[in-house]
DNA sequence: CTCACTATGTTGTATATACAACCTTGTGCC
DNA sequence: GGCACAAGGTTGTATATACAACATAGTGAG
């Protein structure tokens, strides 16, 4: 396998790999908001959980990993950490395989308290992308979840 | 703490949140192109860790940290099971404590068998994100590239 | 030259993530 | 009703990621 070979198809990838690029983007955004929330024990993972649980009505397990295109065995231990922290719980239906994710007293004490934390990771983040990019990175999110609902 | 009001914070946080919007895309193209290089038994992240070394001549891990915006603490771990899979080589230069991580020719050889399927990747993920958002990612990621550099 | 500081890496710990294999429980077909 | 199949979750395993604490080795000021 010769260097200059090697050399090429690097420079290829290296080029216009979007998947490089949405990683880069992932990590440094994460960190924006993770660095801005750190003082209240949460990372921005777990935010928006707890955002998607407030938001549907007790949802399930597979119904947030739908909304967040995850996997169901991630879901399984990210709600469970949690629960542990006393933010979620969790109750069995009439079907008991389902089960129903709430937001705890707790829980709602924090997504307050997270607010005007958000809110500034939000705008530091914005600065960061830019106009442009803010909005196509919305737009592009809403694409995929308008796929999921048809 | 009342239920309007986690209601409204939340649809808040839900309707504007840049990080659950960016982790989403990161998630989704991550996987796409993942299913892609399945085959091969390389993911894309390690994949874009082949491509640094390639391109950069023997970098140190702090060198690949600082391109891909990355811990000192993940690369370092990421390329141990690099090396284990014998697809990276560390070298040692005289100062001991940097160390020289270079591409060995099994590395080269999974580089270019890596080409087509990530082309095909590169496309899936670009027809799906659409032009206009595509490029707006790479302009993000370049922003960024060049803010390191000055 | 020495000591404080910085640069480079590694290790301990914790979270986030996915895939595969599994268990349990509904459901629908006959 | 009974059985095959689908749906919902959990667990084992592996990777990816970051922060904090540490170890070691250059570097520069005096």
Redesign the pocket.
């Known amino acids: 396998m010769e260097r200059e070979m090697t050399q090429t198809t690097a420079r290829r990838i290296a080029k216009d790999c979007l998947a490089v690029r949405v ?1 880069l983007l ?3 955004v ?2 924006v908001y ?2 801005v929330l ?1 003082p209240l024990g ?2 921005v ?2 935010l928006n ?1 707890l955002v998607v649980v407030a938001n549907y009505d007790s949802p ?4 947030i ?1 739908k909304v ?15 629960v ?2 006393g933010w979620l719980r ?1 109750a069995t239906g ?7 994710v709430t937001i705890t007293p707790k829980g709602r004490a924090l997504l307050e308290k997270s607010l005007p934390l958000w809110q500034q990771a939000q705008e530091e983040s914005e600065a960061l992308l830019g106009e442009r990019v803010t909005r196509a990175v919305c737009q592009a999110a809403d694409r995929i979840w308008a796929d999921g609902k048809s």
């Open positions: 990683r992932n990590r440094v994460t960190g993770d660095d750190r949460i990372k993972s777990q959980v399930t397990p597979t119904k990993g967040l295109h995850m996997e169901k065995s991630t879901l399984s231990r990210n709600v469970d950490r949690m542990a922290r969790i009439k079907d008991v395989r389902t089960h129903r």
